[in-house]
């Protein structure tokens, strides 16, 4: 349609976009999608039919509407008219004067409505304020958000009341999402916020356990994402015992990769630090951050206040009366009673002693639990020395143990054993657990079950600690913990060696890192060197992929200290190099190498051997020095040829690849790139083949091939995607991206660079050389010069939008 018959002046613009194509396509098979997708579009057209067509991309669309109240009818329409099929799609509406171009709309406004679409979820229609304030509907306010490339938040409104995810916008957070309402505290939660909203910069939410200090910190930062631009971060800290750690668990959860007061720098960030006593030490740590961070602010919740300069207490009261009955009732389901408000008397009206007491309304009245409550309580009453809160807690916790059978009283203790929780299968193993008793244990409130995993508060778990040391099997639970660990990590490694799910395996030894680290401490501790030895070497790739850099090293070089098995020591030996390699530290990362051939020639290892000179020779690619590299790679090739290594010739092979790459023999590069591609599919390693199509791009690009650069790009994307390689994708998204503005498709070129700048911004990466940067930059150059500034951002913002999902599916639908 021509420009001049676009609505002009003030219009309302509707923009679509399907969720999760990649998985549709999966589920109904490539026919099935492409039947799926012409029926969506049918749909959509015939429910705005009011409006008018402006573009149509793969599975998105955008129309224009003359009045705001059609617009958010057809939206309204549509997503009624996809709601029996298989198609979920995201919609978002924006009224404003958009400016108008010869083939359409452009400018600010039009990325402003691309924003707030692309940060809803399928079957969700977000409307922005300008419209909102033209219409009359059943719209639900969802706060103010900040849009990306957007400086000041805006408000954002969902047609309709049905639940949603948080909007993807950038007023990032993880704050976690109890399952339980919030009771209560209403003047505690605005005097909260008033302290932080008034300047203070360190506020200790302080309190005996069971006090309720998370649950009200969850719930005043939840209210806060919309004024931090930086976000709102939860960091547990629980699992910890080493004030070493407290930074680096702060660096990861934030994906702080160059130093964490690097990364916060003047970032509007408020940081959630949950169960601080533990690590109290780290304290003049955070005042260090704090100084060097002007607009990081920091809410504690700590047993022990940290007493550095800055803090301000804040002590967590007991519930109010009238609270802690309305809790009771909640959790109970019962109707308040006298009773029930003396029994909430006599716990102190602390959140965990009611909570603990509501479970066992299935069996026992009110009248009874506070009959035999009293008795545990009136126990306790000589202790003068404690805290009046804690002794009352610590009894109801007693007197909920004691109602345990033998046998669930012991299971209880052995489930001290694990830090962070764990599955069922572990609890079997470790604990001789039985599923009717860790059931039994989850309805008497004393363990928790969230996903696939079992856990304990961590007052309920201190005191399962001391019940594991008082029946004398603490020492024999933390070995077959660590022996535990340690066998999940080797099957883990061994089944990626062999092929198996990378994503699946690496998310189980991610889910298991806290008991991981308590495994490490004890083999340290209990001086059972070789455990440690094969337990760093067994989960130091999992955790270098995850930015643990330091920790990891941490772990590596005391093993080495340590352990003296050969088959262990080459494998810390290889994972130890590769912090030394990143950190530049040429000197250590040789010596490494060379104590790694060392061992493999003595022990008659010939591939570990070639893996050692194979780093060896990376080391020199690192270095520039090319010749020399070139020539290791092929003595490597050859003498793997001579011993039927076919897997470390393919190896060698790409690495010769990405010499000529480096050294601007395109020609050479192309060749080495296919040949290791064909033999990496005969070995059957996809991880290789995405490696050696990535190569294939970069130096189809070198030769001016933009059409072969496409077609290597698009198989090793869609390799990536099934390997879970974020890093991956983005690389080859950005090659992708670089061939088709090559190919004058500089409107989709110029999307697939800015869904790529966007995972690179997430995972803090970049290109892998000077080259392939350059490649980049002349590519950004060639599509704005082609498609104008305004045009270009447009395309740029809807690629960061799309999910990596997104991103493949668009890809193949080119």
């Not at 029930?340 to 602390?350: F, T, V």
């Not at 470390?648 to 060749?671: K, P, Q, Y």
Request: aromatic share 6%; net charge negative; charged share 25%.
């Amino acid at each position: 349609m021509a420009g001049s018959q676009f609505p002009r002046g003030t219009v309302t613009v509707l923009f679509t976009d399907i969720e999760g194509s990649t998985r549709l396509i999966e589920e109904l098979g490539e026919e099935g999608y492409v039947e799926a997708l012409a029926e969506h579009r049918r749909l959509l057209r015939r429910a705005f039919s009011g409006g008018v067509e402006v573009d149509t991309q793969g599975d998105a669309f955008l129309y224009a509407f003359r009045r705001p109240a059609e617009a958010l009818a057809a939206a309204a329409q549509g997503q009624q008219a996809l709601e029996s099929g298989p198609v979920r799609v995201r919609m978002g509406l924006h009224t404003g004067e958009p400016l108008q171009t010869g083939e359409g709309y452009a400018g600010r406004e039009l990325h402003r409505a691309a924003r707030i679409a692309a940060s809803g979820h399928g079957g969700q229609v977000v409307v922005s304020a300008a419209t909102r304030a033209l219409v009359d509907g059943n719209l639900t306010e969802l706060g103010e958000h900040r849009l990306k490339d957007f400086d000041e938040p805006v408000a954002l409104f969902q047609l309709g009341r049905e639940r949603f995810p948080p909007l993807k916008t950038i007023s990032n957070t993880n704050l976690p999402r109890p399952a339980s309402s919030f009771v209560g505290r209403a003047r505690e939660r605005e005097e909260l916020l008033g302290l932080l909203r008034t300047g203070s910069r360190l506020v200790t939410l302080s309190g005996p356990g069971g006090s309720g200090k998370t649950r009200l910190a969850l719930e005043v930062a939840s209210e806060l994402v919309p004024a931090f631009k930086g976000g709102v971060f939860w960091v547990g800290l629980a699992p910890l015992r080493d004030p070493v750690l407290v930074k680096e668990t702060i660096a990861q959860t934030l994906g702080a990769k160059d130093g964490l007061a690097e990364h916060v720098s003047e970032r509007e960030l408020l940081l959630l630090l949950d169960n601080f006593e533990q690590v109290v030490e780290a304290a003049a740590e955070l005042s260090e951050l704090l100084e060097q961070c002007p607009n990081l602010r920091l809410v504690v919740t700590s047993r022990e206040l940290l007493r550095i300069a800055g803090e301000v207490e804040y002590q967590v009261p007991p519930l109010a009366e009238p609270e802690a009955v309305k809790l009771f009732c909640t959790r109970s389901r019962l109707d308040p009673d006298e009773t029930i408000a003396e029994l909430c008397r006599r716990l102190d009206d602390l959140p965990l002693a009611l909570e603990l007491a509501a479970a066992r309304t299935s069996v026992l009245s009110p009248g009874q639990i506070l009959e035999r409550l009293s008795q545990a309580l009136d126990l306790l009453k000589g202790a003068r020395d404690a805290d009046a809160r804690q002794q009352t807690l610590r009894a109801t916790i007693e007197w909920s143990h004691e109602l345990l059978t033998p046998e669930e009283q012991t299971l209880f203790a052995r489930l001290a054993v694990f830090r962070g929780g764990c599955t069922l299968e572990a609890a079997e193993q470790v604990a001789d657990a039985d599923l009717d008793m860790l059931q039994s244990l989850v309805d008497k409130s004393l363990v928790r079950h969230t996903g696939e995993r079992f856990w304990m508060l961590e007052t309920i778990r201190e005191y399962a600690r001391e019940r594991l040391a008082a029946i004398g099997e603490e020492a024999e639970l933390r070995r077959r913990h660590a022996l535990f660990l340690l066998g999940l990590a080797e099957a883990a490694n061994r089944a990626m060696a062999e092929g198996g799910d990378q994503v699946e395996l690496l998310a189980r030894t991610h889910s298991e890192q806290d008991n991981l680290r308590a495994a490490l401490e004890w083999a340290r501790d209990s001086r059972e060197d070789e455990v440690l030895l094969r337990l760093a070497g067994a989960i130091a790739k999992s955790w270098v992929g995850r930015g643990l850099y330091q920790e990891t090293d941490t772990w590596l070089s005391l093993a080495l200290e340590r352990g003296s098995s050969p088959a262990a020591r080459m494998a810390v030996l290889r994972a130890a190099h590769i912090p030394a390699q990143s950190k530049r530290d040429w000197a250590r990362s040789e010596a490494l190498i060379a104590e790694w051939r060392s061992l493999a020639e003595q022990a008659g290892d010939e591939r570990q051997v070639l893996l050692a000179m194979n780093s060896a020779a990376m080391n020199a690619v690192e270095q520039g020095q090319l010749d020399s590299a070139r020539a290791q790679f092929v003595a490597i090739g050859q003498r793997a040829g001579e011993i039927g290594q076919r897997g470390m010739v393919a190896f060698v092979t790409v690495n010769l690849g990405l010499v000529a790459l480096r050294a601007g023999d395109f020609r050479a590069g192309l060749d080495y790139s296919e040949s290791a591609a064909d033999l990496f599919r005969e070995q059957g390693d996809d991880t290789g083949l995405a490696v050696a199509l990535e190569n294939c791009g970069w130096n189809s690009l070198g030769l001016s091939d933009p059409a072969r650069a496409e077609a290597s790009f698009r198989d090793a994307l869609e390799l990536a995607a099934r390997l879970g390689w974020l890093r991956g994708i983005a690389v080859n998204a950005f090659g992708f991206g670089g061939a088709l503005i090559a190919r004058q498709e500089e409107e989709r070129g110029a999307q697939l660079l800015g869904a790529a700048a966007s995972i690179r911004e997430e995972l803090v990466v970049g290109l892998d050389d000077e080259q392939e940067e350059q490649t980049h930059q002349r590519a950004v150059a060639d599509a704005k010069a082609a498609l104008g500034d305004d045009a270009f951002a447009a395309a740029w913002a809807r690629g960061e939008a799309m999910t990596p999902d997104e991103i493949v599916a668009f890809a193949q639908a080119g």
